[in-house]
Structures are given as structure tokens and as C-alpha cells.
């Protein structure tokens, strides 16, 4: 907590000598808001988080086009706090307004358009929603199949996501599946002691058991 304390005084003492040098629809500021916005989010102070990324977004809609990507990262930040506090349907708003942005502004298969697609599946996964959420993980985990390296670290995501969701439905053979794939990458690219790789043991002991 004490580094957190320490960032926050840095951020608000440099967002003070910024209020005072610059226009107050300067990008700048904006950004200066979010690093305040992200400290918050990081103390697990969401309202404070949502506080400050929504006076970024204000400075944003009116200083930049609105298919910018600083636009997307703000609309990104927004949806995964109401995501952690719960409020699925704002949480999906403002994460298909950045994926439209993306959509727009970024290649087919570029990793920042498969993370999107993760962000509105884990929602749909959260909302208990199996079948739309898989629809959303399967989208983002063909962009991430295409442009990474095959035991990159955001795949063994996908297919832990892929796995948990196909759990939910109760199809527990593919999920077991999707879950052995996740295990397999993390096993090769993580320390034996890392706590993804309990994690993804546990999620297949969880599936065998139900099995």
C-alpha cells in the first residue's frame, strides 16, 4: 500500500504543475487523470478509479477524433472497473465502444482487437452467459493463434477462458480440453511454482470431479 500511496502523491503532484501549464482539454491532462485513475484501480478504490478515467474520457471526447486510440483505452479502463464492481451492462458498453474504435483504426489480427474481444467474453462469462462468451473467446483466440508464437502466455488465456466457460455450459470434455492446452503452455513457459499454474491444475481437477 505504501507504494501506491507514494505513486498517487507523485501523479497528483505532476497532474498540479500540468493543470497549471496547460489548457484543460489538453490531452496531457487526460492522461495525467488516467495515471491517477490507474493507481486507484490498483488499490482496489474503484469508485476513486472510475472518478478520475471518467475525467480523462471528458478531456479525450473533446480534445481527439473519435476513432482515436487513447479514446479505446479510455473506454478499456471504464468497462473493466464497472467489470470488477459487478455492472455487467455498463461494463459491456463502454467495452464495445472501444472495440468499435479497434475494429476501425487496427489490422484484423492485431492483438489488441483479441484482448477486446477477451474483455467482452469475460463479461458475457461473468453475466453466466456461456454461449455468447464463448462466441467472444473463440474470436479473440483465432486472432491470437494467428499473430503469436504458439506457447505465448495470452493463448494459454484463451484457452483457460475457453475452457472455464465450456465448464459453465457443463460440456465438461471440451472444457477439459481447452484447460489441458492451457496447462501445457504454462507448464513450458512458467516457473513449476507459479500460481497459474495451481490455478490451471485446480480448474481441471474442478472439471474432473465433475466429470
Known amino acids: 500500500m505504501g507504494d501506491y500511496s ?21 490531452p496531457d491532462l487526460a ?49 473493466g472497473v464497472y467489470n470488477t464492481m459487478g455492472d455487467y451492462s455498463k461494463a459491456l458498453e463502454f467495452y464495445e465502444k472501444a472495440h468499435k474504435i479497434y475494429e476501425k483504426a487496427l489490422p484484423p ?6 484482448t477486446s474481444y477477451g474483455n467482452i467474453g469475460l463479461v458475457y462469462d461473468n453475466m453466466g452467459n456461456y454461449s455468447k462468451a464463448l462466441e ?3 474470436k479473440s483466440l483465432k486472432i491470437r493463434e494467428k499473430a503469436l508464437p504458439s506457447n505465448h502466455s495470452d493463448l494459454a488465456y484463451s484457452y ?24 501445457a503452455i504454462r507448464q513450458k513457459s512458467l516457473p513449476s511454482t507459479h500460481p497459474l499454474i495451481k490455478a ?9 470431479k465433475k466429470m
Do not use: C, W
Open 200 to 208: 490451471t491444475k485446480d480448474n481441471i481437477d474442478h472439471v474432473k
Open 6 to 26: 507514494k505513486a498517487l502523491e507523485f501523479y497528483k503532484k505532476s497532474h498540479k504543475i500540468r493543470e497549471k501549464a496547460l489548457s484543460p482539454n489538453d
Open 160 to 183: 483457460n477462458s475457453i475452457g472455464m466457460a465450456y465448464s459453465g455450459k457443463g460440456d465438461y470434455s471440451k472444457a477439459l480440453s481447452f484447460l489441458e492446452k492451457a496447462l
Open 31 to 79: 492522461a495525467s487523470y488516467n495515471s491517477i485513475g490507474q493507481v486507484y484501480n490498483n488499490m482496489g478504490d474503484y469508485s476513486k478509479a472510475l472518478e478520475f478515467y471518467v475525467k480523462a474520457l471528458k478531456i479525450y471526447e473533446k480534445a481527439l477524433p473519435s476513432n482515436h486510440p487513447h479514446l479505446a483505452i479510455s473506454y478499456n479502463n471504464i468497462g
Open 136 to 138: 467472444f473467446y473463440e
Open 109 to 114: 489480427n492485431h492483438p489488441n482487437l483479441a
